[in-house]
């Protein structure tokens, strides 16, 4: 399997897969529970940057394609 990155894999893909979730919480507490999330399902956690910069910042990006690969795109 492709591994998952904040580049590449839409936010949907992420949200399907409960550690990818765990992930997201933990970089970026209550991004997955915001009642406009699956909105954003079609976009990358990159492109959403600029609609959230508070929230998504380079460091949580950094972070989470870190913790992301570890998880091996299972």
């Known amino acids: 399997a492709q591994d998952y990155t904040t580049t590449d894999t839409d936010i949907g ?17 209550g991004f997955t529970t915001n009642a406009q999330v699956s909105m954003t399902r079609a976009l990358t956690l990159v492109s959403l940057k600029s609609f959230a910069p508070t929230m998504i910042t380079d460091e949580a990006l950094e972070n989470i394609d870190a913790d992301l690969a570890e998880l091996g795109g299972k």
């Open 13 to 29: 893909t992420l949200l399907d897969d409960p550690a990818a979730v765990e992930i997201l919480e933990r970089h970026m507490p």
